[in-house]
């Protein structure tokens, strides 16, 4: 993958962390359109709560040794949705069971409501 700009430079180590450990149903979606708060946003499952911390430590670790610090890491104490901010990227690793239940894919791509004014 080409990266052009930073993002997309942390979009790539992101994902390839994620790969390292094997996270499952990797997706990553373009939010530039959406949002002012990142241009892009990863969505990965871990199989255990282990495996979940296991995936976002491993994305802090790579992005750390690329020159890309973390803004901020929050969940880690329950392990069951852990979330990155890469500042451009962030990224969500979650159980299934939270995956299914936040539903974000669909939260992120559905398109936008038309405000009457």
Request: with cysteine; charged share 25%.
């Amino acid at each position: 993958m080409k990266a052009d700009n930073i993002s997309e430079q942390i979009l790539a180590v992101a994902l390839d962390a994620l790969a390292d450990i094997k996270a499952v149903n990797v997706l990553s979606l373009d939010v530039r359109s959406l949002t002012g708060i990142a241009d892009y946003m990863v969505i990965a499952s871990g199989t255990s709560s282990r495996h979940v911390k296991a995936l976002a430590d491993n994305v802090v670790v790579k992005a750390k040794e690329a020159g890309f610090k973390p803004l901020g890491v929050e969940g880690e104490r329950g392990c069951d949705w852990i979330l990155i901010d890469l500042a451009g990227v962030i990224v969500h690793v979650m159980l299934p069971a939270t995956r299914s239940f936040y539903d974000l894919e669909r939260l992120w791509t559905r398109p936008p409501e038309n405000k009457l004014a």
